[in-house]
């Protein structure tokens, strides 16, 4: 019990958040003195600060799920949702060359699927309430064949070449990767984004 109170006393002076618990003697050689006692009310006083940020930040983390207009039966059926934001964070799922609105259709050509992907990514920006320039990071997974659509790296540049034209302010990091397949079966480019507001 006494070590409680002893505690509880420090704790009590630490919200007064005394000066640094050092101090500099003024010789030549300007030593650093530590006062023990300060340095526990010092301790105490920057902890509390720190839970306190923390509890803070807890409050504002909450989750909340979005849905593209037209996806929502396709995302029960698989236990997922279009982006979710947690606290200043929004994490995209990657989205594919999909029509949701028009029965869930597949648009044909890898130029088509890419600017409808880039098109649903700015509907879940919106839906969010973030801006293209809130994009930080983007993961491109390409279907890595060469067909007549060009090859692997003239892809890569139109992904890129396309955001320009639907989300010209949005300039992020990003990362593209070859695959074989991808979840639905002719879908020819998926892109996962985070943004940051």
């Keep these: 019990m006494h070590r409680f109170l002893s505690f509880w006393r ?6 007064r958040c005394p000066t640094p618990p050092f101090r500099t003697n003024t010789t030549s050689k300007q030593r650093v003195v530590v ?21 803070k930040e807890r409050r504002n983390m909450q989750k909340r799920d979005i849905f593209l207009p037209g996806s929502g039966d396709f995302c029960a059926q698989i236990g997922a949702c279009d982006a979710t934001e947690v606290g200043e964070y929004l994490f995209i799922s990657g989205q594919g060359g999909v029509d949701w609105t028009d029965n869930v259709r597949l648009l044909p050509t890898f130029e088509a699927q890419t600017r409808k992907t880039w098109e ?10 973030y801006r293209a320039e809130h994009i930080v990071q983007v993961l491109m997974m390409i279907v890595h064949t060469d067909d007549s659509e060009g090859t692997f790296s003239a892809k890569s540049v139109k992904i890129f070449e396309i955001k320009s034209e639907v989300l010209p302010e949005a300039i992020p990091t990003g990362t593209t990767i070859g695959v074989t397949d991808l979840a639905l079966p002719g879908l020819l480019v998926e892109i996962q984004v985070v943004a940051i507001r």
């Design 35 to 55: 006062r023990p006692h300060a340095l526990k009310r010092h301790v105490a006083c920057n902890l509390l600060v720190v839970n306190q940020s923390i509890d």
């Design 10 to 15: 420090m704790v009590q002076s630490a919200r």
């Design 120 to 129: 649903n990514i700015k509907v879940a920006l919106d839906a969010a309430g």
